[in-house]
């Protein structure tokens, strides 16, 4: 029996033009949020390029890209934890759900992440898996190396993190296959 081998580095990356960092950003956190909140939905682009103009405002008025990068993932993550605690519940369209000014969208989750940084300061290392598959991701989209991939799926491990683990392998393969 064969085995097929799967690059963890995109194919088309070699072939893609430069893109600034704003840009990188707002296409990875918006891969992030489709992969963990609409799994498998397709939106017309009109729909996607108003969802990224949303995401855009967010880390265009961030004064730490990276720190609001990895709140940006821990809130999406939290909505994922969210919605599966009762099938009934669901997000909005994309645009809607990132407008600022929808209060029960992404705005909303500012409050669960504030209180889980308060805790944090209580008993560090609360919630920490959340941080490593943010971090994790947000250097994987940046720059995509099979040694970021290893460390970020070690490290989950031995949180025994596994459904993180498996939303991790998600992403990435939508970042670099299905996108």
Not at 67 to 77: E, K, N, T
Request: with cysteine.
């Amino acid at each position: 029996m064969s085995a097929k081998i799967i690059s963890l580095v995109p194919i088309e990356q070699v072939k893609k033009t430069p893109r600034t960092e704003l840009e990188q950003t707002v296409l990875s956190a918006w891969n992030f949020a489709q992969t963990l909140l609409w799994k498998e939905q397709f939106f017309p682009t009109d729909e996607v390029e108003r969802a990224q103009a949303h995401i855009c405002d967010y880390f265009e008025n961030a004064k730490d890209r990276r720190a609001a990068f990895l709140a940006f993932c821990q809130r999406v993550l939290l909505t994922s934890r969210y919605l599966a605690a009762d099938k009934s519940r669901f997000v909005p369209m994309p645009s809607v759900w990132f407008n600022r000014h929808y209060l029960h969208g992404f705005a909303g989750t500012k409050s669960w992440y504030q209180s889980i940084e308060l805790k944090r300061q209580e008993v560090p290392g609360y919630l920490q898996h959340l941080t490593v598959l943010a971090e994790h991701y947000r250097l994987y989209a940046m720059k995509p190396t099979a040694k970021v991939f290893r460390t970020c799926r070690k490290k989950l491990l031995e949180l025994n993190a596994y459904s993180l683990l498996h939303q991790f392998y998600n992403c990435i393969i939508h970042l670099n296959y299905i996108n």
